[in-house]
């Protein structure tokens, strides 16, 4: 029978080494997932500690440890399906830690990002992962490590130098993909999206123009819209109404690029015969639509996976040296930008 919740609070570490005949360090270790305990003594441990009702007590773990086993992790969207795949990463390795996680959306305002993580600080976490926000202070990084909390800045970077940093290669991917559809024959390409000024737009267009100008073509033709399947459809209808329109669109990301080809057709073209059309990140809609869209495999469970071991590092060794890791990308090749179809 379930004890009442007033019962539950009584319930303490030396109740449950009492009812299995060990320690209570032994205890403690098992409900941290302290790899000095066997599995078979921690699932005995937590069998008993959910029929006593044992609750753990995250405020005398903060005193007795240090640590509240808490992280904080903050983007700017949660509209985004890559941004699940991205959290679903870090999700993965914090719990693994036995450590819990908070997610907080900023909506890309540093104002409300700057409160955000004055709570996290109130909660006393143990580490944050940031997408920052477009113009976030270039004081932020140091602001954070003088509250004594260790800080990965994920997918964008505050500094391009300075602090833990996890990203996909931006500019290799988008410059990789220019180039092939400078071989499938475009000489008119234009780059769609990325009306917010973060690293992550820095990247994909200094890729974008590296692989135009290599091939002695004109690289500034850069329509600045919304990362959304609206901006991609306004953008696209914008570049087809030109005196000279593009025969390729590269998009920010995926979400632009459907947008992209929803105005192609609106407009009575056909995407990937007419214009062609690529997009960024490979979210599961990218292989769904009709035509399927090239783009560029950017790995977000991976990154979410390797920002949350850099943090748990960090706060193992808070002083060891910055870390910056940019994972290589994957061109998709799809018939949305008229080649033949490879996967």
């Not at 903050?74 to 941004?83: A, P, Q, R, W």
């Not at 505050?158 to 180039?179: K, M, N, R, W």
């Amino acid at each position: 029978m379930k004890q009442s919740s007033e019962q539950a609070r009584r319930v303490t570490l030396g109740d449950i080494a009492q009812r299995l005949g060990i320690s209570t360090a032994s205890v403690s270790m098992a409900l941290r997932g302290n790899s000095g305990v066997s599995l078979a003594t921690r699932q005995r441990v937590e069998e008993v500690a959910e029929e006593l009702g044992y609750v753990y007590d995250r405020g005398a773990a903060l005193l007795r440890t240090g640590q509240s086993n808490t992280v904080g992790i903050v983007v700017g969207t949660l509209s985004n399906s890559f941004f699940g795949e991205l959290v679903s990463g870090v999700d993965e390795v914090i719990g693994e830690a036995r450590k819990i996680s908070f997610l907080l959306n900023t909506r890309e305002d540093p104002d409300r990002q700057r409160e955000l993580l004055t709570r996290m600080r109130e909660q006393s976490v143990d580490g944050l992962i940031v997408c920052p926000a477009p113009g976030t202070s270039k004081n932020l990084l140091e602001t954070v490590r003088n509250w004594g909390i260790p800080v990965i800045q994920m997918l964008r970077s505050i500094s391009d130098t300075e602090g833990d940093f996890v990203s996909a290669d931006y500019e290799s991917g988008i410059e990789t993909l220019c180039s092939h559809l400078v071989r499938l024959g475009h000489r008119r390409i234009a780059f769609l999206g990325g009306d917010l000024e973060h690293s992550a737009t820095r990247q994909r267009l200094k890729g974008f123009r590296a692989a135009l100008t290599r091939a002695d073509l004109p690289a500034d033709t850069i329509i600045k819209t919304a990362n959304t399947s609206r901006g991609g459809r306004e953008g696209a209808a914008r570049l087809l109404a030109a005196d000279d329109p593009p025969t390729a669109i590269v998009c920010f990301n995926d979400r632009v690029a459907l947008g992209a080809m929803a105005s192609i057709r609106a407009a009575g073209l056909v995407p990937g015969r007419d214009v062609a059309v690529t997009g960024f990140d490979n979210i599961d809609a990218s292989s769904e639509a009709y035509p399927p869209l090239t783009t560029v495999e950017t790995h977000g469970h991976d990154i979410g996976r390797e920002a949350g071991n850099l943090l748990l590092r960090r706060i193992a060794n808070p002083n060891m040296a910055s870390e910056r890791i940019i994972i290589p990308t994957r061109l998709i090749i799809r018939q949305s930008c008229g080649a033949t179809l490879t996967d």
